[in-house]
């Protein structure tokens, strides 16, 4: 009887991820490293989600918020963001955000950096461009990110076109002032104009950010954040 080659063998052992299963995120990362580059799929609460196909809204509405929050990082040395990188939040997720912003480990940031490089705990704000995943994003998602540790929650909204700004750390919605202005109390200084969000209005939200990075609140924070400053313990 012909033996059996054990690359072969060993293919036919890995597990294939399917829209729907339910395991451990240990479970899921190793499967996830076996599928094709080009899958992508999330751990949301212990079951896999296999995102639709994003269209050309979706692509404009994420490059302008990683615009403006890589702009804000740009000014507040301590903090950086991560477009689309797996997050290890917790034994039941892995989730790949659209956007997520965060305090670095060495200026007092609740999560950190494995020895392979992904992001495990909570990061501090979480952004999603929500269009087809809408029904997930604004309950699911919300729910796990909450109950992880996220601290600021934003979904951008396409259909119906909309902002969503939670500050689950303290469950409840934020809402834009008299402006039309959203004002993170995470990240201070970090001023979204919702119509020049939705919009695609540089204008109107080039100079609502700017304005927030004049503010005292802001200097007060990278201040902060400067003193902070410590050698990484990993």
């Known amino acids: 009887m ?22 451990k995120r240990r479970d ?7 599928m094709p580059d080009n899958y992508r799929a999330e751990l949301i609460g212990g079951i896999v989600f296999e995102p639709s196909p994003l269209g050309w809204p979706h692509g404009k509405n994420h490059a302008r918020l990683i615009y403006l929050l890589e702009t804000y990082c ?18 039941e997720d892995e989730v790949q955000p659209d956007v997520a912003m965060r305090i670095v480990q060495e200026c007092g940031g609740r999560s950190k ?15 999603e461009v929500a269009h087809s995943s809408r029904a997930i994003d604004l309950h699911l998602k919300k729910e796990r990110y909450a109950a992880t540790g996220v601290l600021e929650y934003v979904v951008l909204c396409l259909e119906p076109s909309r902002v969503y700004w939670f500050e689950l750390h303290k469950g409840k919605q934020l809402l834009a002032g008299a402006d039309g202005v959203f004002r993170s109390n995470v990240f201070p200084g ?34 902060r954040l400067k003193k902070s400053n410590r050698p990484s313990s990993t």
Request: glycine share 8%; aromatic share 6%; proline share 3%.
């Open 2 to 23: 012909a033996s059996v080659p054990q690359a072969s063998a060993h293919r036919r052992q890995l597990r294939m991820l399917h829209n729907g299963d339910h395991m």
């Open 74 to 91: 740009k000014h507040t040395p301590g903090t950086e963001i991560g477009d689309g990188a797996s997050v290890f939040l917790s034994d």
């Open 190 to 223: 970090l001023w979204i104009h919702e119509e020049g969000l939705l919009e695609l209005d540089h204008e109107l939200t080039d100079e609502a950010l700017n304005r927030g990075l004049q503010t005292a609140e802001h200097a007060e924070f990278v201040a």
């Open 28 to 34: 899921f990362h190793r499967a996830y490293s076996q």
């Open 113 to 127: 950096l494995t020895r392979k490089r992904y992001v495990t705990g909570a990061p501090e704000l979480v952004a």
